[in-house]
């Protein structure tokens, strides 16, 4: 798995799917599951690495798919949504009314043996205030996975539980959640495992650029830069190694620059953390990259 998936939230998450995953063996129903968190913090990730998991298997009538992930479209009308599922199959016949489309789904999934359905960006159905709009394709889409009768995933940003406090049948089967949330730094356990996945996505780095990235004072520097989102320290350990050259040492100067690079274009000496001058705190202020969202609040809010 992605080194991500040794920190315990992920493994947790991870454990979760699989026993949603195994659940008909179980009891002989399917048990549902939803995934909530900001951006970034990584359902995409392990929703991508157990897909991987269970790749696709080749036989000489049909190909079986155990799992098919999709994102739910910016516009989820219900013809694009359905053509996003039958190219989760890996079908290339997209052609044909919306019906058509939602019908060759139920079959081909039916003949490919899926056992499992992970549907990401599920706020979509109600980004810029859409839910009335969308609410038949939700609607249909809860219809049709009832045929299906497969474990389905649902993941989405926090402002997804709208889709769900809105709509009684839905909330009903996909009653079990999973929280993700940004790594944090209150604790000494929880300061280690952000230490853990710097370390762990600094590998290939040698071994005196390392010891500097994962000292205390900068694993410090790192959470306010990234405030603690996978994605966007992911983007920052990039930006240095792109900012750097060859043989050249890891510096404040050098990782002051990577953050301007890939997080906070107009950070000046007091709202980058690589700064001398950065009084630690989290860049919560308007203006600031880390201003809590209307629509999904503080990243550390708890949902």
Known sequence: ???????????????RIERCHKSIARTGAPQNLRLIGVSGVGKSTILSA?????????????TEVPVVYIDVPAMPHSKQLAINLVKGLGCTDL??????????????????????????EVQHFVDRGRLSTYSATADLLKQRLSELKVPTVMAGAPRSRLLFEANNQLRSRFKPSVAFYPFRINSVEEFNRFRTVISTITQDFDD??????????LVTRFFFATDGIFRNLSDLIDGIRFSRN????????????AFRETIF???????????????MRRLMEVGEPYMPSPMDGDNHAIY
Request: charged content about 20%; hydrophobic content about 40%; glycine content about 4%.
């Open 208 to 217: 005196s650029s390392r010891r500097f990235l994962i000292s205390d004072d």
């Open 50 to 62: 157990y897909r991987e998991a269970y790749p696709p298997v080749f036989h000489a009538e049909y």
């Open 246 to 257: 060859a043989g050249d040492p890891c510096n404040l100067e050098l990782l002051a620059i």
């Open 1 to 15: 798995m992605h080194g991500i998936m040794r920190h315990p939230q992920y493994q947790a998450a991870w454990e």
């Open 95 to 120: 052609h044909g009314t919306a019906p058509q489309l939602w019908d060759r789904f139920i079959a081909l999934a039916k003949k490919c043996g899926v056992t499992l359905l992970l549907i990401d």
């Open 265 to 279: 274009a107009s950070a000046d000496s007091t709202t980058n953390p690589f700064s001398l001058k950065f009084v």
